[in-house]
């Protein structure tokens, strides 16, 4: 368990995050490689469906990055994913997946500490919950007793 | 021409779909000019050695309806499927899951416990649940294995055409049959419906913007008539589910279930649901958000009634 590298899926939109990423890359901030960056225009872009297909591919964790309350760039876009993603756990939690493996974080443009101290303390958050129960179903030989068709 | 040959089978189901193939009313006596049916084990008497013994492909059509849950489900769908030229997976059970589909929260032994062991009414002191192979002393007896994972008749075997609906509505069940009967059938793989949009499309009732404070369940409010049940905080799935019942729940003033599955194009139709429906909370404080979705009790169970199997996890993970 301790050589567990988890595979985190960061979705970052344009105006914001992305732009903090950038920000913690050019100034040299470190942060563990676990994260997968994927762009979107906006977090409420972010469907909870792209977040289910991310860990039914073998994502242990998935971020969903946005700009702050009140600075969307399209006005309230971001206000649609902080209605989302609580629901999504939700649901998430009754399909046997660990509530924490989706984590929504505000991230400005200005904000490159923030964005490397999020993916820091997700990578920490996600290498004690271990593999996604999704890849472990995948591994198990439990799935093996159904009959294949 | 010779009579088309039709086969209709029940997997999985209530039996509910079985009914919906009679709701067709006097145009079954123009289905009977057409078509002999040759294998219906609900209405006449035909064992399944019969289909068995059948010529490959010697059956027109087939009408499937109900979910894989065991093996005998998943025997005679190979059957049926080898000697059916058009395999149709009727209904919600054939092509999502549907209500027998639910039991993906769960798996064989939590659904065996609940069954043979929690149910109020059921008294099995010794613990006594279903084996697969048992001796008695006239020889063994086998029942066929029940499965962890219920799967959609897709996940099965090859299959050709999709009705919605659980059960489906009349009007739906006579499109399809019509396509046999004409011999109009559409390209493989359609869902065969009156419409490719959402329930909301068909739907009279008036919508303005939708913001909701509070959700209400079905037994704690009575809706007004007029307006969408959605913006009166009902949690209603017409605009995740494709249409072609032509809105009936909505009309008797309930909320659609879904049970008509994702509109054209869409893969998971839980997501799709709970994406719009998270959008239209009138609220921004993610506190009061907390307490608003506190009034969905069961959002997988709700989002995912009728699609669990058919979803994109298909099933909850079990520890």
Known sequence: MDKFEPKIVAFCCNWCSYAGADLAGTSRMQYPSTIRIIKVMCSGRVSPFFVLKALSVGADGVLVLGCHPGDCHYIEGNYKTLRRIPLLKKALQQLGIEEERVQLEWVSASEGARFAEVVNEFTETIKKLGPSPLRRAKESTQEATHVQA | ?319
């Not at chain 2, 008797?252 to 959008?279: K, R, W």
């Not at chain 2, 169970?301 to 993970?317: E, N, V, W």
């Open chain 2, 1 to 319: 021409m010779s009579k088309l040959k039709i086969a209709l089978y029940w997997a999985a189901s209530c039996g509910g779909c079985e009914i919906a193939t009679l709701a067709i009313h006097e145009k079954i006596l123009k289905l009977a000019e057409v078509a002999d049916i040759v294998f219906w084990p609900v209405g006449l008497d035909f064992k399944y050695a019969d289909v068995e013994n059948m010529e490959d492909k010697s059956i027109d059509v087939c009408l499937f309806n109900g979910a894989i849950r065991n093996e005998e489900n998943e025997h005679m769908a190979h059957t049926l499927r080898a000697k059916s030229k058009v395999m149709i997976a009727y209904g919600s059970c054939a092509y999502e899951g549907c209500i027998p589909g639910l039991a993906n929260f769960y798996n064989r032994q939590l659904t065996f416990e609940r069954a043979y062991i929690e149910t109020p009414s059921t008294v099995n002191p010794d613990k006594i649940f279903p084996q697969t192979k048992v001796k008695v002393p006239e020889g063994e007896l086998e029942i066929p294995e029940f499965y962890d994972t219920v799967k959609t008749l897709a996940q099965t075997v090859d299959v050709d055409y999709f009705v919605p609906g659980c059960p489906p509505e009349e009007r739906t069940t006579w499109l399809a049959l019509e396509a046999v009967i004409e011999g109009k059938l559409p390209p493989k793989g359609t869902v065969i419906s009156h419409s490719a949009k959402a329930v909301c499309d068909e739907c009279v009732r008036t919508r303005e913007e939708k913001k909701v404070k509070k959700f209400y369940r079905p037994y704690q409010i009575i809706p007004e008539p007029e307006k969408c049940l959605l913006e009166q905080g009902l949690l209603c799935y017409g605009l995740a589910t494709r249409g072609g019942c032509d809105a009936l729940c909505p009309k008797a003033n309930m909320p659609c279930t879904g049970c008509y599955g994702p509109v054209e194009g869409v893969i998971d139709q839980g997501t799709h649901f709970l994406t719009a429906l998270a959008s239209i909370i009138d609220s921004n404080d993610p506190e009061e958000v907390q307490r608003i979705l506190d009034d969905i009790p069961d959002p997988a169970g709700t989002f995912y009634r009728y699609s669990l199997p058919d979803s994109l996890l298909r099933r909850a993970i079990i520890k």
